[in-house]
């Protein structure tokens, strides 16, 4: 007796699933220009432009206007893993899988090819490790490739290079700080070295890092478990540790350093401004502003992959995995307590409080995932999406609303009943 099994083939594969929809609630954001600049990689940003790195290797520079001002020729194989532009915007350093940092001017010409590997040794085969981090400090910039971060001129020249215990994570500019130099996130430890290649300070912490933002005298570090770190002062003490269900994907300081935002997994803000209302675990001290800062969450159910803060200040913007940009403003936040314990306020839990003000979706109504977010102007923002698109949204001014016409006088003082003896 044969018997037939009714159901699935244990080998048929499950249809994938439909990419979701990007949901649009408020709207304000008009397009103003878009562009396409192919297959998108990494993208940087200077005051005058975006350096765009494509698919197949090349950089694209896109004005505030949206018109496309210069291309390099192709000068790898494919995108890099970062990018970061020069203080004065003239050229980009860009971080590749061949072991190499490519040095580009804006408009378009490759100005040097530096290999991030140890010197040869006679009779050994070199190894090629890929080269995924890069930040820039003046006329120089740094790349690291595996456990080796090399600081090189403009010119190409080797300036240092240190070998550190594990691979590198992070590398960000800490040149406007006290220390003079630059960060370094390996493994479970955040480092600052000097130009001279000197590591001045170590931090060892307990969770292993991810990524690295310095502004002024202060590190913050975002961490795989969701947590962030941010030391500061002379002796860059630990100020701040809170977990806020992130996974440290990418930190962003506001340009007058009151807010700090974190994204990846679930994104998250807190608050160093000190503003009303006080902190709800302490009363006010009446004397300054607070130095324990709020944590601020966002709509419950948004995945915010990138993040930027408005020249302003207090309006972030922030894109989803569906593309859809949203515009926040953190100063007109809902009161509401904390989650944790009171002795401890600096591990306070973020509350989900925070809903968007204007949002937008990509303009074709599509899915699209984004790979950079920007502000052009104090009213504009750009979105740099992965399939080629840079789209520029304006900020909408509010709708006017007519003067309601006077009342018309029914009585003149001469008629007014109240007038008449």
């Keep these: ?144 490739a595996g456990k080796l971060v090399h600081c090189c001129s403009l010119t190409g020249d080797l300036i240092h290079a240190v070998t ?66 941010v030391w500061g002062g002379e002796d860059l003490a630990a100020s701040l540790q809170s977990f806020c269900q992130s996974d440290g994907e990418a930190l962003a300081w506001s340009a007058d350093g009151a807010f700090l935002a974190v994204t990846g997994a679930r994104a998250a803000c807190f608050d160093f401004s000190g503003d009303r209302p006080p902190h709800p675990y302490r009363r006010d001290r009446g004397d300054g502003p607070d130095y324990i800062p709020r944590v601020l969450g966002f709509q419950d159910g948004s995945r915010e992959r990138c993040v930027a803060w408005a020249p302003g200040g207090a309006i972030l913007a922030t894109a989803d995995s569906t593309g859809v940009v949203r515009l926040w403003n953190l100063r007109g936040r809902l009161k509401k307590g904390g989650q944790g314990h009171p002795q401890r306020p600096e591990d306070m839990k973020p509350q989900f409080f925070l809903f968007p003000q204007l949002d937008a979706a990509h303009p074709s109504g599509a899915s699209e995932r984004p790979a950079f977010l920007g502000w052009l102007g104090p009213d504009v923002v750009a979105a740099v999406y992965e399939c080629g698109d840079v789209v520029a949204f304006r900020v909408a001014p509010p709708p006017a609303v007519a003067a309601a016409p006077p009342p018309p006088l029914i009585f003149d003082k001469a008629t007014d009943p109240k007038n008449v003896m």
Aim: net charge neutral; with cysteine.
């Design 164 to 229: 550190f215990e594990a691979p590198v994570r992070a590398l960000c500019d800490a040149s406007a700080g006290l220390f003079r130099g630059y960060a370094v996130a390996h493994g479970c430890v955040c480092v600052l070295v000097q130009r001279d290649g000197e590591v001045n300070w170590r931090y060892a912490s307990q969770r292993p890092l991810r990524s690295l933002l310095a502004r002024g005298d202060f590190v913050a570090a975002g961490t795989f478990d969701g947590a962030v770190q």
């Design 1 to 144: 007796m044969r018997r037939t099994l009714v159901g699935p083939s244990s080998t048929a594969r499950p249809a994938p699933a439909a990419a979701p929809r990007p949901v649009v609630q408020k709207g304000g954001l008009a397009v103003s220009w878009r562009a396409d600049v192919g297959g998108v990689a990494c993208v940087a940003q200077s005051s005058a432009c975006l350096a765009v790195a494509t698919d197949d290797g090349a950089v694209v520079f896109v004005d505030t206007a949206g018109e496309i001002t210069a291309r390099s020729p192709q000068i790898a194989d494919e995108g890099p893993n970062a990018m970061a532009f020069s203080h004065d915007g003239a050229w980009v350093v860009a971080a590749f899988d061949d072991g190499r940092a490519r040095v580009v001017r804006t408009d378009g010409t490759l100005a040097v090819v530096h290999a991030v590997a140890p010197e040869a040794v006679a009779g050994k085969r070199a190894r090629q490790v890929a080269a995924t981090s890069c930040t820039t400090l003046d006329d120089d910039f740094v790349a690291s």
